[in-house]
């Protein structure tokens, strides 16, 4: 019988999370922790001692998805089936998000952050997701987060009014909520090519938004785009600014200074841009969107050359952006943007692992969550499209 609490691994090479190795390691893992690395193939031996051994060609720290909605489906792209799910019973949504938290670990994604659903359903299965008998991926819980009424994000987020009403509605959230989302602004007007409305809070009530946050233990992070919101954003210390759109240079050095990290998450707009007949997109809007992905990808540059903290997120259930399977597209994005592949995986591991209060790396002590693949990402660039050999869950 196997026993995955006690297991070896052998591969051919591997990536700690910040380091990438070409040569080959043994892992020796007990009660779930890693309890020895050493360079070389030592499995053979480790077979001989009875110990079970699983062989792969490259071993990396679990995936983690920094931004995703679990009760939203990603894979149907047309306006209709969309806008049905979202009337969907909440017993629906909630089986929607379980096959989505299934999916994700499916594609070796060990943790995702949920950014936000008003039902609740994110706390849900983050509870179920616990033991890691049932399957899924664990869940950092954004719950729902705060907005201004008639204004946008009515599925992630609740309403909130004067000063007061801000303090008990973070208050009250942060009780459970693993962190406190802010919607900052709207989304971008594709066929204005641009983010057309204000800023849903000033930067004073930006600030009591993160100061009571922080007074009650919770981080904050803001669904942001165009420059006005993200400087409210940036010099409010959010923890992170969610998409980003219309970023600049300036605001990245504020971002450096105050230590506020930065999911671009490129994926739903990078789809409607490669499939803008699912919208019926004109071709002046097609034009907008790619020199939006472009700005976006100029400043991800600049963010990895200033070292701002990236934390890779793929908006998976936004339109045409699938749970798990979007985390190999959005780091194709990086590696676009021309990030060495090291740093899109560290963003995609280390980083998020390091933002969450998790360990960073697969290091001696640190609870063995990791993926075992068939091919190295860094010797064959699609090797991360495919699920992996095996995936194993801290317990
Ligand atoms: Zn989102």
């Not at 110990?51 to 990603?74: I, N, S």
């Not at 676009?336 to 591991?349: D, F, I």
Request: proline letters at 4%; aromatic letters at 6%.
């Amino acid at each position: 019988m196997e026993q995955p609490e006690f297991a070896v691994v052998a591969s051919d090479g591997w990536f700690d999370g910040e380091r990438h190795v070409a040569g080959p390691v043994t892992l020796r893992v007990a009660n779930g922790k890693i309890a020895e690395i050493g360079a070389g193939d030592h499995g053979r031996v480790m077979a001989a001692w009875g110990l079970a051994v699983h062989r792969g060609a490259f071993l990396m720290p679990g995936l983690v998805d920094a931004h995703v909605h679990l009760f939203l489906d990603g894979g149907p792209t047309d306006g209709p089936t969309r806008s049905a799910h979202m009337k969907k019973s909440v017993e629906e949504l909630t089986a929607a998000a379980r096959a989505s938290a299934r999916q994700s670990l499916d594609h070796g994604v060990t943790l995702v952050r949920d950014a936000g659903d008003k039902h609740g359903i994110n706390h849900l299965i983050r509870d179920e997701a616990r033991a890691a008998t049932n399957g899924l991926c664990r869940v950092r819980s954004g719950g729902s987060g705060i907005k201004r009424a008639k204004r946008y994000g009515a599925f992630m987020a609740g309403d909130v009014g004067d000063d007061d009403s801000i303090r008990d509605s973070v208050a009250q959230l942060a009780a459970d909520n693993d962190e406190i989302k802010i919607i900052l602004t709207g989304i971008i007007d594709f066929d204005a090519g641009a983010v057309t409305d204000e800023p849903q809070f000033t930067l004073d009530e930006a600030r009591l938004i993160t100061a009571t946050a922080k007074k009650h233990g919770r981080q904050t992070f803001a669904h942001c785009s165009g420059i006005k919101g993200l400087r409210i954003a940036a010099n409010a210390t959010v923890d992170a600014i969610e998409h980003g759109f219309f970023m600049d240079r300036e605001t990245l050095a504020i971002m450096r200074d105050n230590q506020v990290a930065w999911t671009p998450t490129f994926c739903p707009v990078h789809f409607q841009w490669a499939k803008p007949e699912a919208v019926g997109w004109s071709t002046n809007t097609i034009g907008h969107l790619r020199r939006i992905i472009d700005s976006h990808a100029e400043h991800l540059r600049l963010a990895h050359e200033m070292g701002v903290t990236l934390l890779l997120g793929t908006d998976a259930g936004s339109m045409g952006v699938e749970h798990g399977k979007a985390m190999f597209e959005e780091i194709q994005r990086y590696l676009e943007a021309g990030l060495p592949l090291s740093a899109a995986l560290q963003a995609a591991t280390a980083n998020n692992r390091r933002h969450f209060g998790l360990a960073p790396t697969l290091t001696v002590d640190a609870d063995f969550e990791a993926n075992l693949l068939a091919a190295s990402p860094f010797l064959q660039s699609s090797a991360l499209a495919q699920p992996p050999l095996k995936t194993w869950l801290a317990g």
